[in-house]
């Protein structure tokens, strides 16, 4: 029986050291160095390879090292294999770390400001007291519940969207297809938090954007595929959106000449708005293992049929 790691291999060496310390009965191997191909019941991947099926006869559980699967086939993972994404502190404080900061830099007029240093322009913009600001969040799972809990001491008037119907204490929720319209049409700060499905793929459009209000801001620390950039940068040349802030692109890394590069309403970031850190990523593959061993429902398994 063995543990088998497939991801960035500075931090799997973080990984090998702590489970070392912590299951020193369960041989550790950094791809591509796998030991007995068969020995392998354990895997915690990025991308795993498309052979995982036949390569890992034996194999129990694959876990993603991400909170998302996306980037997962899950045609290819073995018949009965749980796919398990991330669920670990480390991820969701520095996604609510990031969140935080983009809704107050648009709130605060940010993008604005540093605009007018770039034209050497010192002028000031009126305030606007949170309570008069809402921010919507779009996906109400852990990490956009985490967010919410977050910004609610700011004073925001606070509302949140999901597939399926959320209760969460002092936001306006929304569910379902038929509620989205009226979500965004309270939303002057929108969040994308939704996992990347075929459902949520493109979601972030045209028709989407003419239903927030005029001069409304976008963050968008989902998928890359969530958002149509075309559609983005014709709102915002429009002025129906007055900024993005963006965590993620399709692809990634954008092209040498894309015009986000230099667009003066988008601040981009290179995928960094939460990493997983290898000591709480660990504390939690560990405990799933155990719930594993002792037959119990592990958590974060990922549901083929929704994808996430």
Not at 193 to 210: E, H, K, S, V, Y
Not at 264 to 289: C, D, F, G, K, Y
Request: charged content about 20%.
């Amino acid at each position: 029986m063995a543990f088998l790691y497939k991801a960035d291999p500075v931090l799997g060496r973080e990984w090998a050291r702590l489970f070392a310390e912590r299951r020193p009965d369960l041989p550790f191997h950094i791809w591509p160095e796998t030991g007995n191909p068969a020995a392998i019941r354990y895997m915690a991947a990025w991308v795993p390879q498309p052979d995982v099926a036949t390569r890992f006869p034996n194999l129990e559980v694959m876990f993603s090292t991400g909170a998302g699967v996306d980037q997962f086939d899950l045609s290819t993972l073995p018949p009965g294999v749980p796919l398990v994404r991330m669920i670990e502190p480390g991820i969701i404080d520095a996604m609510v770390e990031y969140a935080t900061m983009a809704v107050l830099a648009i709130h605060r007029d940010m993008p604005d400001y540093l605009n007018h240093q770039r034209e050497g322009a010192w002028r000031k913009i009126r305030v606007r007291r949170a309570a008069t600001r809402r921010v919507g969040i779009l996906g109400l799972g852990e990490l956009g519940r985490a967010v919410l809990a977050a910004l609610a001491p700011f004073g925001f008037a606070l509302s949140g969207w999901s597939r399926s119907p959320r209760a969460v204490p002092g936001v306006t929720c929304h569910a379902g297809a038929a509620a989205l319209p009226g979500f965004l049409a309270g939303c002057d700060i929108l969040v994308c938090l939704l996992p990347l499905t075929d459902q949520t793929r493109g979601i972030l459009n045209r028709d989407l954007f003419a239903r927030l209000p005029k001069g409304a801001a976008l963050v968008n620390t989902g998928r890359g595929g969530h958002l149509v950039q075309q559609d983005l940068l014709a709102a915002l040349d429009s002025g129906q959106l007055s900024s993005a802030i963006l965590d993620v692109t399709d692809p990634e890394p954008l092209p040498q000449g894309h015009p986000f590069w230099t667009h003066p309403r988008i601040w981009l970031t290179p995928h960094i708005a939460s990493m997983t850190q290898p000591e709480t990523a660990v504390e939690a593959v560990l405990a799933n293992l155990e719930r594993h061993e002792r037959g119990e429902p592990m958590a974060g398994v990922v549901d083929p049929a929704r994808g996430y």
